[in-house]
Structure formats: structure tokens, C-alpha cells
């Protein structure tokens, strides 16, 4: 049996002063996929609404930007029930610190194609 952890190929930088604190706070620090499902969780409280995915997100400067598919209105059959698009923003905790309504669509819907078929 072989001690690895003692060798020098397996040092990380959390050795030095400064590695230690930055390892500290990327622990405090969620990663994509907890803000994503905080953020759905916080958006579906506040609207009361199902958010049933993130289309998008990006880490930005300040926190995180996504835009979240929300159940709207279920009808029946389901490809006629409306769905819309939420931009939402988070802080670097992921705590939500807004959103908007930028689209709303029926279920069953493609966008419009663009010219050129992009």
C-alpha cells in the first residue's frame, strides 16, 4: 500500500498562507449547480409559479445571470400551456437579487426561424 498524499505531485497551492484562504472562501462560495437550483427554488417562492429549468446562466462580475423557464398557465394538452423566460441575477452567494419577465410562449411553440436559418 502506497502513501500518495505525501508526495510533492500531490501538494496544492492550500500549503502556502495564501492558498489556504482562497481555499476558504471557494468552500464558502456555491458552485453553478447549487445557485442554479437555489435560484429556481428562490424565483418559484417569489412568483409562485413552477420553474421548470435553467435555459441559461454566466458568472458574472457581481454574481450570476440566468434566464429561467417558469411555468405560467398549465392548459390542456400540455403543448398549450404557457411558458415564459425570467432573467434573473444572483449575487456571488446566489442569493437572487432580481428578475424580469422577458418572454412568454405557448409550450408547443418554436421560435421564429431567422433569416439564413440561424
Given at each position: 500500500?502506497?502513501?500518495?498524499?505525501?508526495?510533492s505531485?500531490?501538494?496544492?497551492s492550500?500549503?502556502?498562507?495564501?492558498?489556504?484562504?482562497?481555499?476558504?472562501?471557494?468552500?464558502?462560495?456555491?458552485?453553478?449547480?447549487?445557485?442554479?437550483?437555489?435560484?429556481?427554488?428562490?424565483?418559484?417562492?417569489?412568483?409562485?409559479?413552477?420553474?421548470?429549468?435553467?435555459?441559461?446562466?454566466?458568472?458574472?462580475?457581481?454574481?450570476?445571470?440566468?434566464?429561467?423557464?417558469?411555468?405560467e398557465?398549465?392548459?390542456?394538452?400540455?403543448?398549450?400551456?404557457?411558458?415564459?423566460?425570467?432573467?434573473?441575477?444572483?449575487?456571488?452567494?446566489?442569493?437572487?437579487?432580481?428578475?424580469?419577465?422577458?418572454?412568454?410562449?405557448?409550450?408547443?411553440?418554436?421560435?421564429?426561424?431567422?433569416?439564413g436559418?440561424?
Amino acid at each position: 500500500m502506497s502513501n500518495t498524499s505525501n508526495t510533492s505531485g500531490s501538494r496544492s497551492s492550500s500549503n502556502s498562507p495564501k492558498g489556504k484562504a482562497q481555499d476558504a472562501a471557494d468552500e464558502d462560495t456555491p458552485g453553478p449547480t447549487e445557485v442554479l437550483r437555489n435560484a429556481r427554488t428562490q424565483l418559484s417562492e417569489l412568483t409562485g409559479m413552477v420553474a421548470e429549468s435553467v435555459s441559461s446562466f454566466e458568472r458574472t462580475e457581481d454574481g450570476w445571470a440566468l434566464q429561467i423557464e417558469v411555468l405560467e398557465l398549465v392548459r390542456v394538452p400540455d403543448t398549450m400551456s404557457l411558458l415564459a423566460s425570467y432573467e434573473a441575477t444572483c449575487d456571488l452567494d446566489g442569493e437572487l437579487t432580481g428578475y424580469r419577465r422577458v418572454r412568454r410562449y405557448e409550450r408547443g411553440r418554436a421560435d421564429a426561424q431567422r433569416p439564413g436559418g440561424r
